[in-house]
């Protein structure tokens, strides 16, 4: 589990490499079929062993109905990054026919450099959407010139986790929903402990840009009710939602509720009582830290909002990834492409044994509701609150600069925000203002 935990993290890590443009890509002389007319598709699967498993075992599958086809599927390569990998196989015009472990903005990179192709463009596309119920989930994933170059695989719609046993003996018997009452856990929990923080975590003070999928991200798009941050080159961020978080964690800092030291395990240890939690947590808790109980230890709950606003299906940011097919595949490779993707998401037993091997949700609308996950979490009840919050996930911002373009968030409203530096109004101000230039 300790594996899977650490590869998880690498994943995260390697999204966040830069990547310069490609030059534009063509077919590279592929050839439609073999000798024996079977078309060949390489399938290039996340360099993530339970992932490369269930690729292989769908292939092998797939083939045995469709004979005329040949799927196969390798992991993408690591070194220096699976993004740096993909990018040197696209200029050297050895691109695979289509890969998994694609995030929305490095989808953006290969996108402008006419390095994909429109899914939407091909057909089968609108049948995959309605066979596998994911019309919601799809939507925030359309790009800046309507089209959707990726098809979500998974979702992971980023909840915050909260010391429920702490949080009891502070006369609270539930997770805060809004910001006043997450201020109200804060002052009761510093009176009660004034050695313990609400939010013991130094990633607040770190400009690094992926860090802030998993603060600010959840918060604005708590906040903006999903709205978009960056349209194509243009910054569109709600100034109302962006100046209540940074007046919200301006608020929390006033009130003592950061630990920005680096501590071994301040959650699991009840150093700090809240913090954003993946589901590949889960896991790892349950070798290390057998203690975490669901319900009893810790409980699992969306992004606190404004006081005004309604508490339920509240937007987070979706930590997901999915499928691109590239534009150097003949049409005949693009074609049976889109038939293998047709028939692994046609079947909800698919995706079911894509989550009892992986646990990462499937990006689907009815994954809390279908019948043929009813029994997995039923048997994983930690996993549930994922699985409902699913179509309420957004992915990351469809622009080729977002590592730069995150980074100025950090720089200039969130790390002196909470270090007590600069005012709500002035730190959104500088941000929107490099963001602009960035762009």
């Known amino acids: 589990m300790k594996k ?15 990547v310069s443009v490609l030059a534009g890509c063509s077919g590279g002389g592929k050839k439609d079929s073999d000798k024996n007319g079977v078309t060949t598709i390489d399938f290039w699967a996340a360099p993530n062993p339970p992932q490369q498993a269930y690729w292989k075992e769908m292939a092998k599958e797939f083939e045995k109905e469709n004979p005329k086809i040949s799927v196969n599927v390798s992991a993408i390569k690591e070194s220096p990054s699976s993004e740096a990998s993909i990018q040197s196989a696209i200029a050297g015009k050895s691109a695979p026919t289509m890969s998994e472990n694609i995030n929305r903005g490095f989808a953006a990179q290969l996108a402008e450099s006419k390095a994909l192709v429109p899914l939407n463009e091909l057909e089968g596309w609108e049948d995959i959407l309605t066979n596998r119920n994911m019309t919601e989930t799809v939507e925030p994933w359309e790009f800046s010139d309507g089209n959707q170059y990726v098809l979500p695989i998974y979702s992971n719609p980023m909840l915050f986790g909260w010391r429920l046993d702490i949080l009891k003996e502070l006369g609270m018997n539930e997770a805060p929903k809004t910001y006043s009452e997450m201020l109200e ?73 950061y630990l920005l030291k680096t501590v071994t395990d301040p959650f699991e240890t009840g150093v700090g009582i809240f913090t954003d939690i993946g589901p590949w947590t889960l896991a790892y808790w349950e070798e290390k830290f057998p203690k975490m109980v669901y319900g009893e230890t810790f409980t699992l709950a969306p992004p606190p909002v404004p006081d005004n606003m309604n508490t339920e299906n509240v937007r987070t940011f979706a930590d997901t990834k999915g499928l691109v097919i590239y534009a150097s595949a003949t049409n005949q490779q693009k074609q049976a492409a889109m038939k293998f993707i047709s028939w692994v998401y046609s079947n909800p037993e698919h995706d079911l044994k894509w989550l009892e091997q992986t646990n990462l949700p499937p990006a689907r609308d009815d994954l809390a509701e279908n019948e043929a996950f009813t029994t997995f979490f039923s048997e994983n009840p930690a996993l549930q609150p994922y699985a409902n919050a699913v179509p309420f996930g957004i992915p990351s911002i469809d622009n080729p600069k977002y590592n730069e373009l995150q980074t100025f968030i950090g720089q200039h409203a969130v790390n002196p925000i909470v270090k007590g530096k600069t005012t709500p109004k002035n730190g959104w101000n500088d941000m929107k203002k490099a963001i602009e230039g960035g762009l």
């Open 185 to 257: 856990a804060t002052k009761r929990l510093k009176a009660k402990y004034p050695d313990k923080f609400l939010w013991a975590k130094p990633d607040l003070a770190d400009p690094t840009a992926w860090k802030r999928w998993f603060d600010f991200f959840m918060l604005y798009d708590a906040a903006s009710e999903g709205n978009n941050f960056i349209e194509g080159n243009k910054l569109v961020a709600d100034d109302n939602a962006g100046l209540q978080v940074l007046t919200f964690m301006e608020n929390l800092r006033k009130e003592n509720a």
């Open 4 to 18: 899977k935990l650490n590869k998880v993290v690498s994943l995260v890590v390697a999204a966040t490499v830069s």
